[in-house]
């Protein structure tokens, strides 16, 4: 993987590497990987990106990436201009009327976009396919990628908008501290994506997103709609299952390594969560 820097612009990184390392700051951008996971921290966050999710970056934003994989993870990431993103939002949220009384009024503001990983919805899933489709093909046409950058960008700001409405929904008078707490509530969602194969208790999990664990336990459950614990156990099942159907590991080889320290607890669970033990699963697949 190589460096970039404003002399030597592109949207577009397409790489493949088992070992990385970087760190500094960049572009508005978007961040995807498959064949593996890269870790990330950025601000007090920690963020582990996997296949089907991305993670989205602020201008400006210090981070440090690393890879440590026994095959190469193929990354994709997109780079955009500055102002850019913002000048899409504009023009999806403003009336039409203003839209044509100043057509090529600029908006030299930035959004920020709460730092996270989010899920690849399929709008977005079909315009990466088709770049990195295009990357690897070595096809460089400026209003083609001009347009994809379009459709992404407006995928970008119909989360936000959503992540708003997220936001407006917590218990607050005061917008920013709702503001706040939400993206604390997520820096500790995003530590538990990124270290739920560890033994990890709550009050680690809520000092990472620097709240109270009474306050952290409350809120969380009322974003997420979920205890933390309970997403640490959905997450190391969803592990299990992905190894049990991929890969010729033993099962119990498999139960600690998704972060189960018992055998028979992990067999429970499993045959609660899919209807069969893990043994049992694996021959019906």
Same mark, same amino acid.
């Given at each position: !993987?190589?460096?970039?820097?404003?002399? /030597?612009?592109?949207?577009?990184?397409?790489?493949?590497?088992?070992?990385?390392?970087?760190?500094? &700051?960049?572009?508005?951008?978007?961040? &995807?990987?498959?064949?593996?996971?890269?870790? @990330?921290?950025?601000?007090?966050?920690?963020?582990?990106?996997?296949?089907?999710?991305?993670?989205?970056?602020?201008?400006?934003? #210090? @981070?440090?990436?690393?890879?440590?994989?026994?095959?190469?993870?193929?990354?994709?990431?997109?780079?955009?201009?500055?102002?850019?993103?913002? #000048?899409?939002?504009? $023009?999806? &949220? !403003?009336?039409?009327?203003?839209?044509?009384? #100043?057509?090529?009024?600029?908006?030299?503001?930035?959004? /920020?976009?709460?730092?996270?990983?989010?899920?690849?919805?399929? #709008?977005?899933?079909?315009?990466?396919?088709? !770049?990195?489709?295009?990357? !690897?093909?070595?096809?460089?046409?400026?209003?083609?990628?001009?347009?994809?950058?379009?459709?992404? %960008?407006?995928?970008?700001?119909?989360?936000?908008?959503?992540?708003?409405? /997220?936001?407006?929904?917590?218990? $607050?008078? +005061? %917008?920013?501290?709702?503001?706040?707490? @939400?993206?604390?509530?997520?820096?500790?969602?995003?530590?538990?994506?990124?270290?739920? +194969?560890?033994?990890?208790?709550?009050?680690?999990?809520?000092?990472? %997103?620097?709240?109270?664990?009474?306050?952290?336990?409350?809120?969380?459950?009322?974003?997420?709609?979920?205890?933390?614990?309970?997403?640490?156990?959905?997450?190391?099942?969803?592990?299990?299952?992905?190894? =049990?159907?991929?890969? /010729? =590991?033993?099962?119990?080889?498999?139960?600690?390594?998704?972060?189960?320290?018992?055998?028979?607890?992990?067999? &429970? $669970?499993?045959?609660?969560?899919?209807?069969?033990?893990?043994? %049992?699963?694996?021959?019906?697949?």
């Amino acid at each position: !993987m190589s460096n970039r820097n404003k002399n /030597d612009y592109s949207p577009i990184l397409h790489e493949k590497s088992a070992e990385y390392y970087w760190k500094g &700051t960049g572009a508005l951008s978007i961040k &995807t990987f498959s064949g593996g996971r890269a870790m @990330y921290q950025a601000g007090h966050g920690h963020f582990a990106v996997e296949e089907g999710r991305y993670l989205l970056l602020n201008q400006g934003q #210090e @981070y440090s990436i690393s890879i440590e994989a026994d095959l190469p993870v193929e990354s994709f990431c997109v780079f955009f201009p500055e102002g850019f993103v913002p #000048e899409v939002g504009r $023009s999806l &949220t !403003m009336p039409v009327n203003t839209l044509l009384d #100043e057509p090529f009024r600029t908006d030299n503001g930035q959004i /920020d976009f709460v730092m996270r990983t989010y899920e690849i919805l399929p #709008e977005l899933s079909c315009v990466l396919q088709q !770049m990195r489709l295009d990357s !690897m093909q070595q096809l460089h046409d400026e209003a083609r990628l001009e347009e994809q950058l379009y459709a992404l %960008a407006s995928v970008l700001i119909g989360e936000h908008l959503q992540v708003r409405r /997220d936001i407006a929904e917590l218990p $607050s008078i +005061k %917008a920013s501290t709702r503001q706040e707490l @939400y993206r604390r509530l997520y820096t500790g969602y995003e530590y538990i994506l990124a270290y739920y +194969k560890q033994p990890i208790s709550v009050s680690e999990v809520a000092e990472a %997103a620097c709240l109270s664990t009474n306050h952290f336990l409350r809120s969380f459950k009322q974003l997420f709609g979920a205890t933390p614990y309970q997403i640490i156990k959905e997450k190391r099942l969803q592990e299990a299952e992905w190894l =049990l159907r991929h890969t /010729d =590991l033993p099962v119990t080889e498999i139960c600690f390594e998704v972060g189960f320290h018992s055998q028979g607890s992990f067999s &429970t $669970s499993f045959a609660r969560r899919f209807g069969d033990s893990p043994s %049992a699963y694996r021959h019906e697949e």
